[in-house]
C-alpha cells in the first residue's frame, strides 16, 4: 500500500482563499446587488455590521467545523472518538479531523457540508426574501469555506470510492493506493 499527500500548507491555502473573494462575492452577491439595488446594498450593509453580526460570525465558525465532524461521523458511522479539533497557528484557522480513512466521496461531501449550509443556502434564500444580511452572511461563509472548495478542486480528479485519510496537520488529505497485488488477497 502506497501513501502520497494532496495538501497545501498553511500559507498557501490563505492565498488561495484570499483570491478566491472577489469570485465568490460576484457569485454570491453580483446579481443579488442588482436586484436590490447597489445604494441600498451598502446602506444596509453598514447598519447590519454590529455586535450581533460578529457574534453569529464566530459562532458560526464553531457550528462550521461542527457540520464537518458530524457529516464524518454520520457518513462513516464513527463516534465522536474519531473526531479531533484544533487550531492552525500558521494559518490562523480552526479545523476538524476525521482520523480514519473515507472514501473520497464521504470526505467530500463532509467538507462541503458548511459551505453549502451556511453559505449557499443562505445565498439562495437571500434571493427570494431580499435579505442584505443573509445574501452578505452566506457569502462571509462561503468564503470561510475557501479552503474546503480548494480542497474539493484538488480531490476531482480521485474515485470516488478511493482512500483518503484526512490529513492531520496539513489542509488536505493522504491519498491511500493499494498495490495491485494486494487487491488479490
Known amino acids: 500500500m502506497t501513501q502520497n499527500e494532496l495538501t497545501l500548507s498553511g500559507i498557501k491555502l490563505n492565498l488561495w482563499v484570499l483570491l478566491l473573494v ?107 426574501n431580499k435579505s442584505v444580511a443573509l445574501n452578505f452572511m452566506g457569502f462571509l461563509f462561503l468564503w470561510a469555506a475557501g479552503g474546503d472548495i480548494i480542497s474539493l478542486w484538488m480531490l476531482r480528479k480521485l474515485k470516488p470510492n478511493q482512500l483518503v485519510l484526512d490529513h492531520p496537520e496539513k489542509m488536505g488529505c493522504i491519498v491511500i493506493n493499494e498495490e495491485p497485488n494486494s487487491m488479490l488477497h
Open 22 to 128: 472577489v469570485p465568490l462575492w460576484l457569485l454570491a452577491s453580483g446579481l443579488f446587488v442588482l436586484q436590490v439595488g447597489p445604494q441600498n446594498y451598502w446602506h444596509t450593509l453598514s447598519h447590519v455590521m454590529n455586535g450581533t453580526f460578529f457574534l453569529v460570525l464566530l459562532l458560526g465558525v464553531g457550528v462550521h467545523e461542527l457540520l464537518h465532524a458530524l457529516a464524518w461521523m454520520i457518513l462513516n458511522r464513527k463516534g465522536f472518538r474519531s473526531i479531533s479539533f484544533g487550531f492552525n497557528v500558521y494559518s490562523f484557522t480552526p479545523y476538524t479531523h476525521f482520523r480514519q480513512p473515507m472514501k473520497v466521496w464521504k470526505y467530500a461531501l463532509g467538507g462541503a457540508m458548511p459551505g453549502v449550509l451556511m453559505g449557499l443556502i443562505p445565498v439562495g434564500l437571500s434571493y427570494f
